[in-house]
């Protein structure tokens, strides 16, 4: 009898433990939820499969770029290097970007000046590096154009950003490690943004399809004249590729130096 009763047990296994067990007797009865409305949270791709320290972005679809403010070049009116916080929509810091360049560049070179942006997450690790070259900003000379070169790690090149030539919008690729063409930023005639936001939108290559865009946040009169500090916002599918959005914060910084940074002593 007690072989039998163990046999039965081997036979109706652990209920609720393993799913399609039988349970002849219906002793044990289990209502499972209707699973065609049911919402399931995205899952997160294991942290070996994107590079290192970019899982903070792999689930974002807004990310929010904020510069400081530097007393120094206000009071004085000099240029010194840009330093931003980097968060997500909740306000929360997830990198921090320093500028690393030469006082005569900044000094004589100004806005068009090369420089490398090294970004480290809230552990001081660096994470993504942005190197930017001396190159032109003007639609006469098309063929030395605004370029980046985004590194994730540091060492490993994982895309760029190039300015393409047009007589009229500003325009640029997000490219990847190969310079291959992803996605195209196109911003608008005029970036001066004095009474409002200035959007640039993210497309498609063919220019048919608008999957996000990058936006430059009016901060006040007061602000915009007296300071450069300048907030961004990046608007995109929180499913796009991660070395994708580090090449997006890295066009925010080139928009920074292109379109929006200024001092007192420019005025």
């Not at 500003?170 to 001066?192: M, S």
Request: charged share 20%.
């Amino acid at each position: 009898m007690a072989s039998k009763d163990a046999q039965n047990q081997r036979r109706r296994g652990l209920p609720g433990f393993l799913p399609g067990a039988p349970d002849p007797d219906h002793s044990f009865h289990v209502s499972l939820p209707n699973t065609g409305n049911q919402v399931w949270q995205p899952v997160l791709p294991p942290p070996g499969s994107l590079p290192p320290g970019l899982e903070y972005l792999s689930q974002l679809d807004l990310i929010i770029i904020h510069q400081q403010v530097e007393l120094l070049g206000m009071i004085l009116g000099t240029e010194t290097s840009n330093k931003y916080e980097i968060k997500n929509s909740l306000g929360q810091r997830i990198y921090f970007a320093v500028e690393q360049s030469i006082c005569f560049s900044r000094t004589f070179c100004s806005t068009l000046r090369s420089c490398t942006l090294k970004i480290t997450d809230n552990s001081g690790r660096e994470v993504i590096t942005v190197n930017r070259p001396l190159r032109c900003n003007s639609c006469w000379c098309p063929c030395y154009l605004q370029e980046l070169e985004i590194q994730a790690p540091p060492g490993t090149i994982v895309g760029y950003v190039a300015q393409k030539w047009d007589p009229f919008l500003p325009k640029f690729t997000i490219q990847n490690a190969n310079k291959e063409d992803i996605l195209k930023i196109v911003g608008p005639c005029a970036t001066c943004g004095c009474f409002g936001d200035v959007d640039f939108e993210v497309k498609t290559i063919n220019e048919k399809l608008t999957i996000g865009k990058i936006s430059k946040y009016w901060s006040g009169f007061v602000n915009d004249v007296f300071t450069n500090a300048d907030n961004f916002g990046i608007h995109v599918p929180a499913d796009l590729d991660v070395t994708v959005k580090a090449a997006m914060i890295g066009a925010c910084f080139l928009f920074d130096f292109m379109f929006f940074e200024h001092s007192l002593a420019g005025l």
